[in-house]
């Protein structure tokens, strides 16, 4: 089974975890275009026991980073952080897993 695939059998999977915090699984093969390359539509997301997101890892929407110079290169993949929005550079799905729970691990031993 490769990653994609892996990350396609997660789709709709939430993950409870001991302090009520919980994740959750998204993924599902698209058409491959420019704006989304890779043909995955994806978000992989981390909620608190309030149900506020966290973390976020998806490219449901364009988003347009901000530089303070140069050009700006739109992009669907970017990581929510709270309220920040930061760019992200997909580059398999089995990255964007380790990516994923790497945030999920250090956000779980720093902030509760």
């Known amino acids: 089974m490769n990653d994609l695939e892996n990350l396609f059998n997660l789709h709709g999977e939430v993950f409870p975890m001991e302090n009520g915090h919980w994740v959750k699984f998204e993924a599902i093969a698209i058409k491959a275009t420019a704006t989304v390359p890779h043909g995955v539509k994806y978000s992989l997301t981390l909620h608190d026991k ?20 140069g050009a700006k290169k739109e992009t669907y993949d970017h990581i929510h952080k709270k309220m920040e929005v930061v760019s992200y550079e997909f580059e398999s799905a089995a990255q964007l897993m380790e990516d994923f729970w790497k945030s999920v691990e250090y956000y779980m031993e720093n902030n509760t």
């Open 50 to 69: 309030r149900n506020h997101r966290i973390i976020g890892y998806d490219n449901a929407h364009s988003f347009k980073p901000t530089q303070k110079y």
